[in-house]
């Protein structure tokens, strides 16, 4: 990890600081951070080489995860999928990363939860780190199974909440339509078939890609586009 160091120490940064590594579920807040026109720094947190659990990333964020935003003005940076976007959507409010108040804004924050709470963390998370919930090869092959299951059910209850064209949350694109799009481009990473089998996800993240501040999440982390 190099840079900006932001979190529990006394330094402040200077300008918002996006601790991410490439194609996480940290590009979620780079393409919201892009919708949002801010003025942000980034630092890289390479987790298949254990950057997110050393001890210097610890002082970060104690939880080992990416992302984490640092804030200027803050000791502690924030982290949390859920709540960095709850955050940016206050500091921008003209970006639209979340209905701005009232159930719409309680909807988006269930949609975001169920996304991070089932697919990632019930789904993916076992999935792709299954020595973290079972001892052995066999008991490891049967999480990464169940965890499959649970990413498509998730994927499931995405299909069902979206409408053919538009966004998540409406007209507008927000932080929903932003992970819906990492998740999904996760899938290839499984057997599972987004395009066939998820067709209404498959457009909105064909949407989401072709989003001005999406292309340019993508290069700055060197990703290819992969919908539509
Ligand atoms: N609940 C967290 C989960 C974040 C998370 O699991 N991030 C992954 C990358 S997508 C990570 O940092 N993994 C590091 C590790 O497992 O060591 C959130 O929603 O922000």
């Known amino acids: 990890m190099r840079g900006d160091t932001g979190g529990r120490t006394r330094r402040l940064t200077e300008k918002l600081n996006l601790y991410y ?8 807040v780079r393409i919201a951070l892009e919708a949002a026109g801010a003025d942000y720094a980034d630092t890289r947190v390479a987790i298949r080489k254990g950057e997110a659990q050393a001890p210097e990333y610890l002082k970060v964020n104690p939880a080992g995860r990416v992302p984490s935003l640092a804030i200027p003005g803050e000791t502690e940076a924030l982290g949390e999928l859920v709540a960095i976007f709850s955050w940016l959507a206050e500091r921008f409010p003209d970006a639209g990363l979340l209905p701005p108040s009232g ?8 949609f975001l939860s169920m996304l991070a709470t089932h697919i ?3 789904g993916f998370g076992p999935f792709f780190r299954p020595q973290r919930f079972a001892a052995g090869d066999e008991a ?4 990464q199974a ?7 059910d998730g994927y499931r209850q995405i299909e069902a909440r979206l409408g053919s064209d538009g966004f998540a949350m409406g007209a507008q694109p927000s932080a929903v339509d932003y992970m819906i799009y990492v998740y999904g481009r996760w899938g290839a990473a499984t057997p599972i078939k987004v395009a066939e089998d998820y067709p209404r996800m498959a457009a909105l ?3 989401v890609e072709a989003l001005p501040q999406t292309k340019a999440a993508l290069e700055k982390e060197g990703l290819p586009t992969v919908a539509g």
């Open 140 to 143: 490891q092959k049967d999480v």
């Open 103 to 110: 159930i719409e804004r309680a909807r988006a924050l269930s």
């Open 21 to 28: 590594d490439r194609a996480a579920c940290s590009l979620g």
């Open 146 to 152: 169940q965890s499959l299951a649970t990413v498509a």
């Open 205 to 207: 993240m064909a949407r």
């Open 120 to 122: 990632h963390a019930s």
